[in-house]
Each structure stands twice: as C-alpha cells, then as structure tokens.
C-alpha cells in the first residue's frame, strides 16, 4: 500500500480532471434541494455539497456553481428565502441523479424525474415526499467565493421531519436505518455499513 | 416509511442537539490535516467538512470552528500557507479519532495517536504515511462566516498521492478500493459498497 502514484490536477485534460478533483475530498452526501420561483413553479436538484457550519443556530452551507448557466436553485432561494434538502436513500438515487440534467425553467424535475413534491405548511418550498429525512431551510446569508466565481448559500435549519426511531437517546441519527446514501465523485453512489462509534476523544 | 415526525433543533437540549444537527447533512468525509507551525512542530486533526469547490482550478474548502479556544490547524496554515489533506481510510480510523482530543501546542498528535509523518518534498507540511489518498494543498483565501465565527479556509490542490490502481482511464478514483470511511454525525464511522454509476444527466 505504500507504493502511491503522484499527480498534478492542472495537467490533467478537462474531463479527466473534473471526476479526478470531484473524488478527492473524499465520501460526499446526497441531498435534493427544493424550491419554488416567485411564480410557484417548483424546481429540484441534486448538491453533494452540504456542509455542517454549527449546531447552534442550526446552520448548513451549500455551494453553487458559477453563474456560466441558469443557476434556478440559487435564484429561487434568493427571491423567496427559503429552501428544503432532501436525503436521499438507495430507493431513489436514479432519479436523484436525472435531476441533475439541464431542465427549462417552466419544466418540474419532480415530474421529469418521478417524484413527489410535499408541503410541511411552515414553508413555501417543496419537500421531496419520498425523503426519510427532510430540512426546511431558510437563507441567512449568500457568501460570493471570488476565487472561482462559485457561491457558499448559508440556511439556517428551522424543522426536520424523519423517522423517530432513527434518533438515538443522545440525539444522532442513524442515517442507515434511513437507507442513506453516499456520493463519491460526480456520478458514483454508495451504500454503507456502521463501522465503529467512539466516545469523545480526550488526551 | 411516510410516518415521519417534527423536530425543531432549537428545542433541543445544547450536547443532544450537538449531535442530531452534526448528522443531518449525511454522510461526511473522514480527512486528516496535517499542519507544522512557525517553529516546525507537527499538528494533525481530523476534519469531516472538506468540501469540493471546483476543478480548475482544483479547489477544496475546509470549515474551521469558531477561535473559542486554540485552534491549531487555522493558525498553522495562516502562518505557513500549506497544509496536506490525508483520506483515512478503516484501519486507521481509532487513530485518526483520537487526533480531535485537545493537546497542548507542543504535543505532536502523530506522536501521541500513533501515525507516521512523512513529507514529499513539494509542501513544508506532513503527510500521514498511513493514508491512501494525500492531498497537499497552498492556501489561496480564508473567508470569515460572521453568522458563527467560522472559517472557511480555501486551498489549491498542488499534488496528489495516491494509489495508481484506483485511478479509473476516465478519471474517477474508486476510492472504496482504499477503504475510505465515511462519517455520519459527531463520532460514527462507516464502510462504503459501490450501488451504482451513472452517466451525465440529459433531459
């Protein structure tokens, strides 16, 4: 194992470098972010970039890509403040990932792509009905990356709706009970086992 | 599956929210980061919120928490401008835990939990011997999140260690071919099997 290869990612060709860098960070999460435009039209896309920011407040970060195309999740969380992510479980990752294909505008990924929108009535954006575990987010503050034109989306999370017996006495959730899934790369999705829980780490 | 319930992590006792919020991104990555200060004392610390922000250039963010107390890893890349990214990987995930206990300054976390540095030559930071996927990384940006004194802390990916055979013709890094572990929550490690792969998304 310990006869490792040395690469350098700038010179690598394009689409080579693009799954080389998606898959060095590492296990990624997979989440489909809900949202309506102001004219109710609803929109559902797939980020494996959601990151925890802290307990308290509740706070998640997202990033969006750079403006080059229609960025419709981006735009609706801007003009109605709100948003909902969506776990994705091993039922559902094909039309997860087809959410991923560039839609118009007046198209719903939730038709295109078979899947439910559901309303909690604490938020105007759609939740994904076949989701185990679902946030209702609203936008606390857009952060542009002006290295690369890309944008960090701070929501904090304001319900959470999921199966009981997941959450444990000391608050985690067992996101397998849930069937959770995780990405590695830009098109890879993985199943997992529990390997190991350890207490607080102390010197 | 449709009988979810409603939580709202603003009621929630402070350590039980803690570790409910921790798990409702989904699964996480497991990397080490591997710093040196000033004076050349090693620091390694294991971090589940690298984020991939995108591939050319090849840009990786990291949230640092906020400077309650000490934090050793943000005040080490501030002042050298390097840091390594090191994937663990499930024999070393025990060791790679223990790192978050909170030594002194001048306590090495490779000497105290058992992991090898080793430095390539490129990057005055160490690596972990003992991973499998080695990023090293130049500092490019650290942008202060106010809502909770966070730090996102941006680097550019200058090389890559890993092993060849991982290595897909078409770019992408089967990473389950070396062990990586994902992390769900505060604490849970977890084993990875491929579900699926699926090509570009078109309507």
Same mark, same amino acid.
């Given at each position: 194992?310990?006869?490792?290869?040395?690469?350098?990612?700038?010179?690598?060709?394009?689409?080579?470098?693009?799954?080389?860098?998606?898959?060095?960070?590492?296990?990624?999460?997979?989440?489909?972010?809900?949202?309506?435009?102001?004219?109710?039209? =609803?929109?559902? %896309?797939?980020?494996?970039?959601?990151?925890?920011? &802290?307990?308290?407040? $509740?706070?998640?970060? !997202?990033? /969006? *890509?750079?403006?080059?195309?229609?960025?419709?999740?981006?735009?609706?969380?801007?003009?109605?403040?709100?948003?909902?992510?969506?776990?994705?479980?091993?039922?559902?990752?094909?039309?997860?990932?087809?959410?991923?294909?560039?839609?118009?505008?007046?198209?719903? =990924?939730?038709? %295109?792509?078979?899947?439910?929108?559901?309303?909690? &009535?604490?938020?105007? $954006?759609?939740?994904? !009905?076949? /989701? *185990?575990?679902?946030?209702?987010?609203?936008?606390?503050?857009?952060?542009?990356?002006?290295?690369?034109?890309?944008?960090?989306?701070?929501?904090?999370?304001?319900?959470?709706?999921?199966?009981?017996?997941?959450?444990?006495?000391?608050?985690?959730?067992?996101?397998?009970?849930?069937?959770?899934?995780?990405?590695?790369?830009?098109?890879?999705?993985?199943?997992?086992?529990?390997?190991?829980?350890?207490?607080?780490?102390?010197?």
């Amino acid at each position: 194992m310990s006869a490792l290869t040395r690469f350098d990612p700038a010179t690598m060709p394009q689409r080579h470098r693009a799954r080389f860098v998606n898959a060095l960070t590492g296990f990624k999460s997979a989440n489909l972010v809900g949202t309506r435009d102001p004219h109710g039209r =609803e929109n559902l %896309a797939l980020f494996s970039s959601a990151v925890h920011l &802290g307990a308290d407040p $509740a706070l998640l970060g !997202l990033i /969006s *890509r750079p403006p080059v195309s229609e960025r419709h999740t981006l735009e609706n969380i801007l003009s109605t403040g709100v948003f909902t992510l969506n776990q994705v479980h091993d039922g559902i990752i094909q039309a997860a990932h087809q959410t991923s294909a560039r839609y118009p505008r007046d198209a719903s =990924e939730f038709v %295109a792509c078979g899947l439910t929108p559901w309303y909690s &009535g604490t938020l105007d $954006a759609p939740y994904v !009905l076949e /989701s *185990r575990l679902r946030l209702g987010l609203r936008l606390r503050e857009t952060i542009p990356v002006t290295l690369n034109n890309t944008v960090l989306i701070i929501g904090e999370i304001v319900e959470v709706l999921t199966l009981a017996s997941a959450v444990g006495e000391d608050g985690h959730i067992d996101i397998t009970q849930l069937d959770a899934v995780a990405i590695s790369g830009l098109d890879s999705y993985h199943r997992t086992q529990p390997l190991a829980r350890y207490p607080y780490a102390k010197p």
